[in-house]
């Protein structure tokens, strides 16, 4: 497996047939954009930088970690989103929202395009390396995997971008295998180095691929001292925003490390990720939640476990039909599979389906080539069985989404909001008593809201002087609180001061109330 001694020499004829499950997952995604639920928190989050540098070089106005922006010669330029999170989808989005505005299907429509490239690099490299039925296989299974589109698509976690820089190195890694040549082997470590800064723990997937490549290879792996130097070097060019950003902030990515703790027990912690990780096989409850969809079947909860561990076992015991490189990629796959998921069940930082969903390409590998050896019709029925499941839950999503238009925080009354509040209070301070609404409706109105999220500086005693001091105050919906108690607080202090107020309330489609706007007339203008 190794450059420039191949087993055989790489599958290329026919390769553009990838194009169809590209094409297939891309259809999917459409489909989802259209339905054109709200526009989510931390999916805007991604992209603010975006929406400001295409105005001005100023420093950012909302909250940020210190040492996200730097401002060298006065022009403030963007190295993450937070501590841990690149700045890609800012610097992406840059050129689409000067060429299409700041909708967001725009910032839909490049998180399928990320999500697309992942499904394209990955297929490429399997194909070449392992078949062409498998790469094809590979690509086809991810590009109708009901978690994989939902969660690359309505990108509230990065999802996106860490399938668009596996996707990246992928195709970087399959053309040093090809060539194995200095050359590509400096790009590895560029694309290598790109997908650390595009999200910091991409690292625990790299690691764990070398490591079960290390494993699996043995000495085969080692590739020279002057392609390993090479290697080092394009990983610090492709890191180099993540590097200064070390540097500027003091080490802000490990400092970050530190900050989020679970405080579940071990196996409590254990048994929910594990729970999680049986869904997102399939389908994942942090995304049907934007549609309050159904639970899923209990068979098809057991099912494809149990279907990824037999393949598994298939992979690490052999047997005729699975051999040779084939067998290699499969093993590696179930290894790093392993070793990831080893970690993010020890691990102390909070795990969710965004977090998991890194799983399922390694876990499609494995169970394809697995699965190749045991038959053509077993594989037959249980590529029919997981097909017509992948169909029947996107279709359930597509039709929950344009029902529903989305639900609490993904409600598509957040578009209502930010009309309103651009045309009612333009150029009037925002002040927001609760998570959820700045990011979004900063992007939606291109920047021109002006917001500041109160509910984390206000102590108790300052509320009846804010209220006094009038304003408008907007806050979430009572079944769509976050952090209730600035709510609470500001609602008491505004009926003990008796100031004159407006109130106004943006309802979901269900009538449910999504948020509520409160303008306060300051007190000593108040009618006497």
């Known amino acids: ?28 995604a459409a489909l989802f954009i259209a339905m ?16 400001h540098m295409r105005h001005s070089w100023d420093p950012f106005p909302l909250p940020q970690d210190p040492g996200t922006w730097i401002c060298p010669m006065a022009k403030c330029v963007q190295l993450m989103t937070v501590r841990y999170v690149g700045a890609i989808k800012d610097y992406l989005s840059l050129p689409l929202f000067a060429l299409f505005g700041t909708g967001a299907e725009v910032v839909r429509a490049l998180s399928a395009a990320l999500g697309a490239l992942g499904i394209w690099g990955l297929g490429r490299l399997i194909f070449a390396q392992a078949g062409r039925n498998a790469g094809l296989a590979v690509a086809g299974v991810l590009a109708m995997h009901p978690a994989y589109v939902d969660q690359t698509v309505f990108d509230n976690g990065t999802v996106s971008v860490w399938m668009g820089a596996l996707g990246v190195v992928c195709l970087a890694l399959n053309r040093y295998l090809e060539t194995g040549r200095g050359q590509p082997a400096f790009l590895l470590g560029a694309a290598l180095g790109f997908g650390i800064w595009a999200r910091a723990n991409f690292l625990w997937l790299i690691m764990a691929c070398a490591a079960a490549l290390a494993i699996v290879l043995g000495r085969r792996v080692f590739v020279g001292w002057r392609h390993f130097s090479l290697m080092a070097a394009g990983g610090v060019a492709g890191g180099v925003p993540f590097l200064l950003y070390q540097v500027v902030s003091g080490g802000g990515t490990l400092e970050a490390a530190g900050m989020f703790a679970s405080t579940e027990p071990l196996l409590q912690r254990h048994s929910a990720r594990l729970w999680m990780f049986t869904e997102v096989l399939l389908t994942d409850r942090e995304h049907r939640a934007i549609w309050d969809g159904p639970m899923v079947p209990e068979w098809q909860r057991w099912l494809f476990p149990a279907i990824l561990a037999a393949a598994a076992l298939a992979c690490a015991v052999g047997r005729p039909g699975l051999e040779g490189k084939r067998l290699a990629c499969a093993r590696a796959a179930c290894l790093a599979m392993l070793m990831v998921l080893t970690t993010m069940l020890f691990t102390r930082l909070p795990v969710s389906e965004h977090h998991l969903i890194v799983l399922v390409p390694l876990a499609v590998l494995v169970v394809v080539i697995g699965l190749s050896g045991a038959g053509k019709k077993l594989a037959y029925v249980l590529g029919i069985v997981y097909f017509a499941s992948a169909l029947w839950w996107q279709a359930l999503a597509v039709e929950g989404l344009h029902r529903t238009g989305g639900v609490g925080q993904w409600s598509d009354a957040v578009f209502g909001l930010a009309d309103f509040l651009e045309e009612k209070y333009n150029g009037r301070e925002i002040k927001i008593l609760d998570w959820g609404l700045q990011n979004n409706l900063y992007v939606l109105t291109d920047g021109r809201i002006r917001s500041r999220e109160i509910y984390g500086d206000v102590g108790a005693e300052a509320w009846p002087a804010l209220v006094r001091n009038g304003g408008v105050f907007l806050f979430n919906g009572p079944a769509n609180r976050h952090f209730p108690e600035a709510t609470e ?40």
Do not use: C, H, K
């Open 489 to 528: 607080r500001f609602q008491t202090a505004l009926q003990a001061a008796g100031a004159v107020s407006r109130r106004y309330a943006v309802r979901q489609r269900s009538g449910a109330v999504y948020a509520e706007i409160v303008e306060v007339e300051p007190l000593q203008m108040a009618p006497q």
């Open 36 to 51: 054109n639920p709200g526009f989510q928190y931390d999916e805007a989050l991604l992209v603010l930088g975006g929406v």
């Open 1 to 28: 497996m190794g450059p420039g001694a191949p087993e055989y020499p790489p599958v290329t004829s026919g390769r553009n047939l990838l194009l169809i499950p590209v094409a297939v997952y891309l259809l999917w």
